[in-house]
């Protein structure tokens, strides 16, 4: 499989490609995925995909733009498909401005299907939609219906909300697994391991990040699993960050791993972040999470 950036380069022809910013790759991009490969094997067509580098917010309006998959993990998800090439348009200022049919003529020259979602948008302040590529007449479009969980639309924008309430547990219904970040684990201020509990803080990037508070999670390091509670905040009480730091105690495990990269899952929220009156109280309520954490984990599969 390749992955391409298109500058300037052509599509290869008689190619059927997916389409979409594909933030999550969650279970309704999984379908329009799944849509253009069925389509490639009928009809011996190349199969790709097609996604953006960065979000067009943070070229469109300077804002800081945190990911459910940042590019590095979209492009590795994309690679479980059965598709010959990952193509990536580079977002831009210049490419921001591009009226409906310079993009289709930019960047979707030689496609023979493309497949969409319902609401897919592009060009200038996103004034092209799916009505507009199915009146473009040199390849077919077709588009994937809405799908819908629990009366909401299953979307990136759902998954955020979720992620940013706290509500990790009911992640894995619409993305398909349990919401997760990777980073690089850093130095802290070394109080965890004052009172019992040693933590790895990462460095998490441009993933977003869920909402402040404790979470029972799996931890991977060297590619194995361990279970772990996490603390995502500003730690009132022995450190009083002004940023916002998580950090995951690890389970039955006792290795130096600074530099290493881990990635931890988040499973379920057990509390809000709390100021405690003293050390002793906030230890008490580490072991309380510890012992909640572990009865999650009875059921956990």
Not at 157 to 180: A, E, F, K, P
Not at 253 to 261: H, L, N, S
Request: aromatic share 12%; hydrophobic share 40%.
């Amino acid at each position: 499989m390749e992955v391409i950036t298109l500058n300037g380069i052509k599509i290869k022809s008689n190619t059927v490609a997916a389409i979409g910013f594909f933030d999550g790759v969650h279970l309704a991009h999984k379908q329009l995925i799944e849509t253009a490969i069925h389509i490639g094997k009928e009809h011996n067509l190349h199969t790709a995909i097609i996604t953006f580098d960065i979000h067009p917010k943070s070229i469109l309006y300077g804002l800081d733009y945190f990911y459910i998959t940042p590019l590095e993990r979209k492009l590795e998800i994309f690679k479980t498909f059965d598709i010959d090439t990952i193509y990536v348009v580079e977002f831009t200022k210049e490419k921001a401005v591009l009226k409906p049919h310079e993009f289709i003529d930019t960047y979707l020259q030689n496609i023979h299907t493309l497949v969409c979602g319902f609401d897919f948008k592009f060009g200038v302040r996103g004034s092209g939609n799916v009505k507009t590529l199915q009146e473009h007449d040199d390849f077919e479009t077709i588009i994937v219906d809405e799908i819908t969980y629990g009366g909401y639309k299953v979307g990136s924008t759902h998954i955020r909300d979720l992620i940013n309430s706290g509500h990790v547990d009911q992640v894995y219904d619409v993305l398909g697994d349990y919401y997760s970040v990777r980073g690089k684990v850093v130095h802290g201020a070394k109080k965890g391991r004052m009172i019992g509990y040693p933590t790895a803080n990462i460095d998490t990037g441009e993933y977003l990040v869920p909402k402040n508070g404790v979470y029972a999670t799996m931890t991977k390091v060297k590619d194995r699993w361990y279970q772990s509670m996490s603390s995502i905040g500003h730690n009132p009480t022995l450190n009083c960050r002004v940023d916002v730091s998580v950090e995951s105690n690890i389970f039955d495990f006792d290795e130096e791993i600074y530099g290493e990269v881990i990635e931890i899952k988040f499973i379920k929220r057990l509390r809000d972040e709390l100021k405690f009156n003293s050390v002793e109280a906030l230890i008490a309520k580490i072991d309380q999470d510890k012992l909640d954490t572990l009865d999650i984990f009875k059921d956990f599969k």
